[in-house]
């Protein structure tokens, strides 16, 4: 049975004292020079070693804003010093489920692009951390009604892009097909901010993390909280102008407003992060989603391999694809030229 931990156990917080390993070890400053990354310090205390973790029934992470799920047992197993990314880069698969264990050979199981895209981006093979996830996540699909999504494996050299976070909550990600609008645009726009939106599609995701640091959630008792001060500084910063493009100007300048906003003001809520192992489902939609942030990665030597998935009904992803001119079941994969 999937399982999910007590977020209280990973809680960082900010109010912390420098002058002990402990303190520092709970806060979070990951735009303060003084103070290392997160992922420095997770691997400086052993936490995956230390942790005392009660388990609940995973169906409670379905009823929250997010929860942590464990998918992988073997923490030993896995060295996450043995892999590296060379250059950033994403891969993409828009269909049925994928099975990780269709066969016995190597490099046959999943799309031949998938093994293009990882022989280009990763120094080794990361076959042993992602099986065991795309596992998981299909029977917890399954358990759903669902049988389709839309898989993203993302590879990011260290950068330091993310030192100061950037708190949002992802968009309903078909809510606006019908009106011909694509996920994740006009978000600056005065309209869009202040209307209240359909809830249509699948209203929660995963993420987990194969290498590096986790993404970075707002604690559940201050989720709301959050939410409401991401809604006014979105409405401080959004302006009427003509959006004609998925880059828009006008809603860059106003993302930028707000990033800025919310990192100041939720700081002094901390944050929490899945553990080595897990993944993490959350809610999304600007009214009900889960307040995350991408984590410090420019401490991180290796790189981070995030995968995301967006699960959905055959219609809402053929009908996504049908929006980005593609056909259906369809993946690939695009990089940057050069290699770390």
Not at 129 to 140: D, Y
Not at 203 to 212: D, E, F, P, R, V
Request: proline share 6%; hydrophobic share 35%; glycine share 6%.
């Amino acid at each position: 049975m999937a399982q999910v931990y007590n977020q209280q156990s990973r809680l960082v917080t900010t109010d912390a004292r420098k002058d002990s390993a402990t303190h520092a070890l709970r806060s979070k400053r990951p735009h303060d020079a003084e103070v290392p990354c997160l992922l420095s310090l997770m691997h400086r205390h052993d936490l995956a070693a230390t942790m005392a973790i009660p388990a609940v029934n995973a169906t409670e992470a379905f009823r929250k804003d997010f929860g942590f799920l464990r998918y992988r047992q073997d923490q030993a197993s896995v060295d996450p010093e043995t892999v590296s990314v060379k250059r950033n880069a994403y891969w993409c698969y828009c269909g049925p489920l994928l099975d990780p264990t269709s066969s016995s050979e190597p490099e046959s199981s999943l799309p031949a692009n998938f093994y293009e895209f990882a022989a280009a981006s990763f120094t080794g093979p990361v076959d042993s951390r992602f099986a065991p996830f795309l596992s998981f996540i299909n029977a917890v699909l399954l358990s759903k009604g669902l049988g389709h999504y839309m898989l993203t494996v993302r590879a990011t050299t260290p950068t330091h892009e993310f030192d100061r976070p950037r708190w949002h909550t992802d968009e309903l990600f078909f809510s606006d097909l019908t009106k011909g609008n694509l996920p994740g645009t006009g978000l600056g726009l005065k309209s869009r901010v202040d209307s209240s939106g359909r809830k249509n599609g699948t209203n929660w995701k995963i993420c987990t993390t194969l290498l590096g640091p986790s993404t970075l959630f707002v604690p559940l008792e201050y989720q709301g909280s959050a939410r409401k001060k991401q809604e006014k500084a979105r409405k401080d910063a959004s302006t009427d102008h003509d959006c004609l493009s998925i880059r828009c100007v006008g809603c860059a300048s106003a993302a930028d407003s707000v990033r800025e906003e919310l990192a100041s003001t939720l700081e002094p809520f901390g944050f929490e992060a899945a553990m080595p192992g897990e993944c993490c489902v959350f809610k999304v939609g600007k009214q009900a989603g889960a307040i995350h942030s991408e984590p410090c990665m420019s401490d991180s030597q290796h790189g981070r391999i995030f995968i995301n998935v967006v699960p959905g009904t055959e219609e809402e992803l053929r009908s996504l694809t049908q929006k980005w001119g593609m056909e259906f079941p369809r993946q690939w994969w695009v990089g940057s030229s050069s290699s770390r």
